[in-house]
């Protein structure tokens, strides 16, 4: 479960589906910017369990979700409705029943997809965006990288074997990390099911990633959707996903972009690096709610 400080919110959508947020609220808050946090693909709100008290005690509300098919949210029978579209209108349907009318987001992978489709639906919802090592032209090589594991994951027998088991096929992403990283990277991205350590995610993602209707889109119009409000681009600076070029166009459509490269990460800089944080946190400082 995601973290202790957060009160879980359930919200049952229009397709009948239970999703759930973690909800770092309090009374003592300072901001009056609510952020909403958006994982990536394979992920869920954990992702968040660093970042959201880190900026919940700089006096912001923050909302970790778990889209559907992942975390402590349902599965969905129809896997064609895993989709990033989706996801979007999830967001903005869980905001409205929630009587949030305006946000910051951070979007990490496909949860900065998210963030663009938003700005693109509904530009006066999103005040400001970091996006997380993603960017509207996808590099092919991270792409066949992901689809290579996505719902092929076998069942593990302990945690041990778990953290092990991702150390190996994400080493070259965190090339630098030890043991209690791994560690903490399985818990948060997998769960304990009759005594065995599975993914916590749907597999049928997998079936929605391959299908032809999630074929890679021009995403160019939708980040530019972003270009009308403050954005902080994430860079993991040997990140198979989000090119050097790719960033360098984002930078030249939108002047006054912020960016970040973290060292010697991959995709996707956490988000508990220090200096991804301090970086979100003076970002945010500098957003008014309009």
Same mark, same amino acid.
């Given at each position: ?11 049952? %959508? ?23 946090? =958006?994982? #990536?693909?394979?992920? %869920? @709100? /954990? &992702?968040?369990?660093?970042? @959201? ?10 909302? @970790? ?27 903005? *349907? ?11 987001? !951070? ?10 489709? !938003?700005?693109?639906?509904?530009? *006066? ?6 996006? %997380? *090592?993603?960017?509207?032209?996808? *590099? ?7 689809? #290579?594991?996505? #719902? ?13 088991? =991702? /150390?190996?096929? #994400? ?26 350590? !599975? ?13 032809? &209707?999630?074929?890679? @889109? ?16 994430? /860079?993991?600076?040997?990140?198979? !996903? ?35 944080? /301090? ?9 008014g709610e309009k």
């Amino acid at each position: 479960m995601s973290g202790s400080a957060a009160k879980k919110r359930v919200f049952t %959508n229009k397709d009948g589906l239970d999703l759930v947020v973690f909800d770092y609220g309090g009374d003592d808050l300072t901001h009056s910017l609510p952020l909403v946090c =958006l994982h #990536g693909l394979t992920r %869920n @709100a /954990r &992702d968040f369990d660093g970042l @959201a008290p880190f900026l919940r005690a700089q006096g912001h509300r923050v909302l @970790a979700f778990d889209v559907r098919g992942r975390g402590a949210s349902a599965y969905d029978p129809d896997h064609t409705r895993y989709h990033p579209l989706t996801y979007a209108q999830d967001v903005l *349907d869980f905001l409205d029943h929630l009587g949030i009318e305006r946000a910051g987001f !951070i979007g990490t992978s496909m949860g900065g997809i998210m963030s663009m489709i !938003i700005a693109a639906l509904a530009p *006066d919802r999103i005040a400001a965006a970091v996006i %997380n *090592d993603i960017g509207p032209t996808v *590099d092919p090589a991270g792409l066949a990288r992901i689809a #290579g594991y996505v #719902g092929k994951a076998k069942p593990m027998q302990s945690w041990a074997q778990a953290a092990r088991t =991702l /150390r190996a096929l #994400g080493a070259a992403a965190f090339p630098d990390r030890d043991a209690a990283f791994w560690d903490d990277f399985a818990r948060r991205t997998c769960r304990e099911q009759d005594g065995e350590i !599975i993914t916590d995610y749907d597999p049928a993602i997998a079936k929605a990633l391959l299908s032809a &209707d999630n074929a890679p @889109a021009d995403l160019w119009p939708l980040f530019e959707a972003l270009c009308a409000v403050p954005v902080l681009v994430i /860079r993991g600076a040997l990140s198979d !996903i989000l090119s050097p070029d790719t960033l360098a166009q984002m930078g030249a459509r939108h002047p006054a972009m912020q960016t970040i490269e973290i060292a010697n990460t991959g995709h996707v800089p956490t988000l508990d690096e220090a200096e991804s944080q /301090r970086a979100i946190a003076d970002f945010f400082a500098g957003v008014g709610e309009k």
